[in-house]
């Protein structure tokens, strides 16, 4: 498939998708949020894909946030449905993905931006990367999601402050503050994400599609996170990466998923 605003990379068992509007920072307008949704399920609907990167083109901008020249006129119900959707088509359907998505954050992170990093299953940054969530000096809230994941992941009273101040965090901050795993330079950024996506593609698929069902339960209060792990953890018993993944460790071999 191909794309206006997307450029893909299929290397082996890893897809990089890098969202590819420079000239605008790489804001999320409506087109690109269907591309990305797109693009999200080609790959994961491809069994070659282990891993998929979603990052940024350029060296400044992972994505400046929503574009907002699209919804600059919109009223109450237009608002509503404009987060309503892109929740749906993007930011839930990224962090329910059973393929996992590492976001590498290679520059600004802002509103949708932050949203969408956080809305992948970890985060690896550039010492350039500045994230935030700005919304509310433009007279709104984010609205993809980054209520709810910036105070998941960072504890309640920093994402209030963050969110309040629409104030940005630069990497190492992010890092301290549990919102990105590593910090590495610009050059060393997509290196540090493959390198990982390449231990990660040499375990069960089956079982990590299973981990994030798993994790994700334990943040959805329809859930209970220990239920769903026991019975995601019974239902493993039954699959074909189980059987190889015990008697690869039982003949001493590495398994072959
Ligand atoms: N929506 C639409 N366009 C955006 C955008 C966004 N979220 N972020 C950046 N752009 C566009 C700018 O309008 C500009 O376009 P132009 O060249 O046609 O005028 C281009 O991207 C470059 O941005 P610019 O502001 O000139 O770069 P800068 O280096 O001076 O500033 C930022 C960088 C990220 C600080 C600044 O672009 C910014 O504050 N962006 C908006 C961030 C935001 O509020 N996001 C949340 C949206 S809900």
Same mark, same amino acid.
């Given at each position: 498939m191909s794309y206006h605003n997307l450029l893909i990379q299929e290397n082996g068992s890893i897809t990089t998708i890098a969202i590819n509007r420079p000239k605008k920072l790489n804001a999320l307008n409506k087109e690109t949020i269907q591309e990305l949704h797109d693009a999200f399920a080609d790959a994961d609907a *491809?069994? !070659?894909?282990?891993v998929i990167i979603i990052t940024g083109s350029g *060296? @400044?901008?992972?994505v400046a946030g929503a574009d907002i020249s699209e919804f600059a006129d919109f009223d109450v119900t237009q608002g509503a449905d404009l987060a309503r959707k892109g929740q749906e088509l993007l930011f839930d359907f990224v962090a329910h993905l059973e393929t996992p998505v590492i976001a590498a954050v290679n520059g600004f992170a802002l509103g949708g931006g932050l949203e969408l990093a956080m809305a992948s299953h970890f985060r690896i940054a550039s010492d350039q990367a500045k994230m935030g969530l700005p919304e509310v000096s433009l007279g709104?809230?984010? +609205?993809? +999601?980054g209520t709810q994941r910036l105070a998941q992941l960072v504890g309640k009273g920093k994402a209030m402050e963050l969110i309040m101040t629409a104030g940005m965090i630069g990497a190492e901050d992010a890092k301290e503050w549990g919102l990105v795993n590593h910090v590495v330079s610009q050059e060393e950024l997509l290196p540090l994400c493959q390198k990982i996506a390449g231990k990660i593609a040499r375990n069960s698929g089956t079982a990590i599609a299973a981990a994030i069902r798993s994790i994700n339960a334990g943040f959805d @209060?329809? @859930? !209970?996170g220990f239920e769903t792990e026991i019975l995601e953890f019974g239902s493993l018993f039954g699959t074909e990466d189980f059987t190889e993944g015990t008697t690869a460790f039982l003949e001493k071999r590495k398994p072959a998923f």
């Open positions: *491809d069994e !070659n894909c282990r *060296d @400044k901008a992972f709104v809230i984010p +609205g993809y +999601g @209060k329809s @859930k !209970n």
